[in-house]
């Protein structure tokens, strides 16, 4: 579209400039009325290109938007991946090295005829080949952490249905850690901890699913 719009501009120039050349009775110009001519001609077709150029455009845009859930989630797990250097310094991998894993996956996962199961191989086989790749250079203790986060941002990002957002995420991570004694009503029980007690208050007071968890905790024990 846009080599077209240039040549279309250079075709005006062209005759503006042969226009401006001219002397005399512009009728009697053989060659400036022939230049028009093919001016209008070639302008033609140049329209013609375009229009063709934006139709051919609007689906390339199409068909790219279809395998915006692979990019969606390249993106997820390449941050997630930056995450792990807040659990250890150590763990660093270059945005070269994870669209080089993005590449590997594009070759070598199975065709589809259906660009929606293409779409759900390519999330199946980028996720897991990215997991094998970051698990090798992970301490034991730190493999359960990173399938955690790469989980809830999955979740968090390209859930459909809200099932994990980040006031799930922040009460989670803090529970009733917010909360002081004097803002929590006593606790039913003297074996029930403290800590465990204000975690309880808090899911039930943020969540409506457990609205109902304080009370029928203290109705039985």
């Known amino acids: 579209v846009n080599m077209n719009t240039i040549s279309l501009q250079k075709l005006d120039k062209q005759l503006l400039d042969r226009l401006g050349e001219s002397q005399g009775n512009l009728l009697d110009d053989v060659e400036l009325i022939g230049v028009l001519a093919d001016t209008k001609k070639k302008a033609r077709e140049v329209k013609e ?35 792990t250097s807040n659990i250890n310094v150590m763990y660093q991998t270059s945005l070269a090295m994870f669209l080089q894993w993005f590449d590997m996956t594009l070759r ?78 006593r606790k039913p029980f003297e074996w029930l901890q403290s800590n465990a007690w204000m975690n309880v208050v808090e899911l039930s007071q943020q969540l409506d699913f457990f609205r109902d968890l304080k009370h029928s905790l203290s109705e039985n024990q």
Do not use: C, W
């Open 49 to 83: 290109k375009i229009e063709a150029s934006k139709v051919t455009e609007e689906i390339i845009n199409k068909k790219r938007e279809q395998y915006r859930p692979v990019a969606t989630r390249g993106s997820v797990l390449y941050f997630v991946i930056v995450d």
């Open 108 to 185: 070598t996962s199975p065709e589809a005829n259906l660009v929606a199961k293409r779409v759900e191989i390519l999330i199946d086989h980028l996720t897991y080949n990215t997991y094998v790749q970051v698990n090798r250079g992970l301490f034991e203790k730190d493999k359960l952490i990173f399938k955690l986060m790469a989980a809830m941002k999955i979740q968090m990002t390209e859930s459909q249905g809200n099932l994990l957002n980040p006031e799930m995420m922040a009460l989670f991570l803090k529970g009733g850690a917010g909360l002081s004694v004097d803002q929590v009503p």
